[in-house]
């Protein structure tokens, strides 16, 4: 692997906040497994620690975010008790998800942690990126959907710590399903070199939404902090969302 893809794998992980989060329990046996998005990164590195013996397996996905990839081969690794492994893929431009999954052993195992690295060759790095969710709009006026959608380039939602690998974003695209009655989806901008786990830190509904449909592009000046919330008017239901970014 050459230097370039050292340092970047080197860089702050991705934590798994799902199936595979710190803490999770898997009685002998059970399979826990995450498919995360990998947005064409040149390599990935998958470290995972728990506190009994199992079997680790890595594959890449295609687009379909269900069938493996046969090239490169899935990796499947022993993992000891409380004992790290790492595994590395190297050569994957294009590639758009991974698998992680873990099976427990002889003894139930505590899932001490599963990083997932991701290194992009500055030819090839991705300058764009699509998310969606359904989110459960609370009937509480002026209440928050627990769903979040952050532009970055591995979304995650449903209320988790924001990420730190933020999007620099251009212009993004927002579409609404069906408008749950008086709810609004508003776009909030993470504050230059603030922190997106700080709520302080975010300029709140700067653009907001209150119909169906596609919206016109938002124009950012590679904005490096956006995300997306559903804010109830006193009716809740479930308010389809979407949007892409460049």
Request: glycine fraction near 10%; hydrophobic fraction near 40%; aromatic fraction near 6%.
């Amino acid at each position: 692997m050459n230097t370039l893809l050292q340092e970047a794998l080197a860089s702050k992980p991705n934590r798994l906040t799902g199936a595979l989060a710190v803490a999770v329990s898997l009685t002998t046996g059970v399979i826990a497994q995450e498919a995360k998005r990998i947005n064409g990164a040149s390599a990935i590195r998958v470290r995972f620690k728990a506190t009994k013996a199992g079997t680790l397996y890595v594959a890449i996905l295609k687009h379909d975010q269900s069938t493996e990839e046969v090239d490169p081969a899935p990796r499947t690794v022993p993992v000891l008790d409380a004992t790290e492994v790492v595994v590395e893929f190297d050569s994957i431009i294009g590639e758009s998800y991974v698998l992680i999954k873990f099976t427990a052993g002889a003894a139930t195992s505590v899932v001490t942690y599963c990083d997932l690295y991701r290194a992009f060759n500055p030819q090839t790095k991705p300058v764009d990126g699509e998310a969606k969710d359904t989110m459960a709009i609370p009937a509480g006026i002026g209440t928050y959907a627990p769903e979040l959608i952050y532009l970055n380039r591995d979304y995650l939602s449903a209320g988790v710590d924001a990420p730190s690998d933020m999007a620099r974003v251009s212009e993004l695209q927002v579409h609404l399903g069906t408008i749950v009655a008086t709810a609004n989806v508003e776009v909030d901008l993470l504050k230059p070199g603030g922190d997106p786990a700080t709520g302080g830190d975010w300029l709140l509904d700067v653009v907001s939404y209150a119909t169906a449909g596609l919206k016109d592009p938002i124009p950012l000046s590679r904005w490096g902090g956006v995300r997306l919330r559903g804010k109830s008017g006193g009716t809740g239901g479930n308010q389809d969302v979407a949007v892409t970014w460049w």
